[in-house]
């Protein structure tokens, strides 16, 4: 007969063993399922692997340069350039352009928006180099009937071309300019128009004047970027690039220069605003034949720019647009002046950014 002490015994020595046993594997069964990757999850892309891309299609809008280009309603749109171009207009759903209404003149150096589903254009000039006649009214296009309609016109003492121009809240600003083409009529004008009313507002004068440049909008934040002071008749047609950044707070109806200018100074720049961030894009300048193929992110927060990816191929006097999480920029010159004029499509997704 088993002496029931010795069992009781033997019986705690196993439990003590098996409970010591699984502690020390513990560690390791915690160590092993914390290093773990989820699985399915892929690697995000940084600002630095994101690449443009170019969009193929069957057909081709027009060459061209010193032209907009702009979303509006789902479409984009590529107006005007040097000499009388056709409205191309591109469909990101099915990949194809098509053509729409021309418009009733030459019209180039411009910054075009989008206010109510249509297509505004100011600050634009038009006719031959170099003392280009600044358009005196507001163009407008109106996608749903395919037609130009001659809007209200500028004040004759404000009219310019070459501008940065914004939309915010329901209110069109317009930004800088020349009113003597590319001769000595660089100016620091900023003008509000309302579309409701047609009422002209003159602003405070920026800090910096200049032409060939966009501006955007961020947080109640105006930011006039790149560009240059335009003086064929001194023969400093494009050596007077402005680095500076100046930055108008629509609240308090002040301007302000950025502590860290554009680090590449260049004229003929595109401009958007992606997530906060001003970005500039392309350009020319005298320190290149070829047109630049930078691209120039600054970020408010933190008071810095960053550079983002390049373009495959330079290009100036051409404008950016945003459309549904992507960045698009279409034709444009290859080199600084007047050519090759360009007639592709680059897009780049903004997931990484």
Do not use: C
């Not at 020349?178 to 000595?184: A, D, L, P």
């Not at 003008?191 to 507002?201: A, I, K, S």
């Amino acid at each position: 007969m088993l002496n029931s002490h010795l069992v009781v015994n033997t019986a705690r020595t196993f439990f003590r063993y098996l409970w010591l046993a699984v502690w020390t594997l513990i560690p390791f069964a915690v160590t092993a399922d914390t290093s773990q990757k989820p699985l399915n999850k892929q690697p995000s892309v940084t600002v630095q692997q994101a690449q443009w891309q170019t969009q193929n299609t069957q057909a081709k809008p027009v060459a061209r340069h010193e032209n907009g280009f702009v979303a509006v309603a789902g479409r984009l749109y590529l107006l005007g350039g040097r000499g009388e171009r056709p409205l191309d207009i591109f469909n990101p759903a099915t990949g194809q352009w098509q053509q729409g209404a021309t418009p009733p003149f030459e019209l180039h150096h411009m910054q075009a928006v989008a206010y109510d589903d249509k297509l505004y254009v100011l600050g634009a000039l038009t006719g031959g180099f170099p003392e280009e006649k600044a358009v005196a009214n507001i163009l407008i296009y109106n996608p749903a009937t395919d037609t130009w309609q001659t809007g209200p016109e500028i004040p004759a003492h404000r009219q310019r071309g070459g501008s940065g121009v914004v939309v915010h809240n329901g209110l069109i600003y317009l930004i800088g300019g020349n009113n003597r083409g590319h001769m000595s009529g660089f100016v620091a004008w900023l003008d509000v128009f309302n579309p409701l009313t047609g009422q002209w507002t003159e602003l405070a004068d920026a800090p910096h004047a200049r032409d060939h440049f966009h501006a955007v909008v961020i947080d109640d934040q105006i930011y006039a970027a790149a560009g240059r002071m335009s003086s064929h008749d001194t023969g400093e047609t494009m050596s007077l690039t402005v680095s500076a950044v100046d930055v108008y707070d629509i609240k308090t109806g002040r301007w302000h220069t950025l502590d860290t200018p554009l680090p590449t100074p260049r004229a003929g720049t595109a401009a958007v605003a992606v997530n906060g961030q001003l970005v500039v894009i392309g350009g020319e300048s005298l320190r290149q034949l070829s047109a630049h193929n930078e691209v120039e992110a600054y970020n408010p927060a933190t008071k810095q720019w960053q550079t983002w990816p390049a373009l495959p191929s330079g290009r100036h006097g051409t404008q950016a647009t945003l459309h549904n999480g992507v960045l698009y920029i279409a034709a444009g010159s290859g080199n600084r002046g007047g050519g090759p004029e360009l007639n592709d499509l680059l897009l780049l997704p903004l997931a990484a950014f």
